[in-house]
């Protein structure tokens, strides 16, 4: 069996793609998956991560193995990952280039958070025409998203006049995110019963159902 790719991809920056990356790899590697974690990002800032989770975890990945590459070498080195994991996470940098192009194109899902406003919206359509371009199935999700709030329901009416594709799942606004990566970990490890570990693992489950892998 050949792994699946998700490539997390949003021009927007700071719309939460190494975090996501992150999240999602640990939540897939805590239900059982292989999971190979890739940084095309040269601000490296995954890799970062990865280098603190070695440390603090378990001298390893915890589970999870990191590739960094770019250019040339990414399309083969992801076939070869592809032979030995069930799913692999790629973490894009926050612009157009060749580089992300690449990982839209050799991914079976791209996974696009924004954050639910106009401007996020917006600046989210290059993404989804990208990932268009590239014969790729896209799949928005609503990321630090408010307690509550009419925005919120508006900008999700617009999504869904559109027709544009969005996750069920919701993640919301939590430090928990950030905070279990301060020690190397994903939220599922450092605090099971968060809410943000229910929510990335309910993403992780939506995800895994649409590429079909259970
Ligand atoms: N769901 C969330 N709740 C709270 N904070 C979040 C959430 N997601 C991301 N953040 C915070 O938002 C900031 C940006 O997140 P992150 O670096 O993951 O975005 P990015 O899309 O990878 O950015 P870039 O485009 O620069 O690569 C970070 O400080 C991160 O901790
Ligand atoms: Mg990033």
Request: glycine share 8%.
């Amino acid at each position: 069996m050949s792994a699946k790719a998700v490539t997390i991809a949003q021009q927007k920056g700071g719309a939460g793609k190494t975090t996501i990356a992150a999240q999602l790899a640990v939540a897939f590697a805590t239900a059982g998956k292989r999971v190979g974690l890739v940084d095309i990002d040269p601000q490296g800032s995954l890799a970062a991560w990865f280098e603190v989770r070695k440390a603090l975890v378990d001298g390893q990945g915890g589970g999870v193995t990191l590739l960094q590459a770019s250019g040339w070498r990414l399309t083969t080195e992801l076939d070869r990952l592809r032979r030995d994991l069930d799913i692999i996470v790629i973490d894009s940098p926050p612009h157009a280039e060749t580089d992300v192009r690449i990982a839209v194109r050799a991914a079976d899902l791209i996974l696009v958070p924004m954050q639910p406003s106009p401007m996020d919206l917006w600046a989210t359509q290059p993404t989804l025409d990208m990932a268009k371009k590239e014969k790729s199935a896209a799949l928005m999700v609503f990321n630090r998203t408010p307690a509550r709030g009419k925005l919120v329901d508006a900008v999700r009416r617009k999504i869904r006049e559109a027709e544009m594709p969005m996750a069920n799942t919701v993640l919301g606004n939590r430090v928990a995110f950030a905070m279990s990566m301060m020690e190397g970990k994903g939220v599922v490890e450092s605090n099971p019963r968060h809410i943000a570990a229910k929510e990335i693992r309910a993403l992780a489950e939506e995800i895994s159902a649409k590429l079909k892998m259970d």
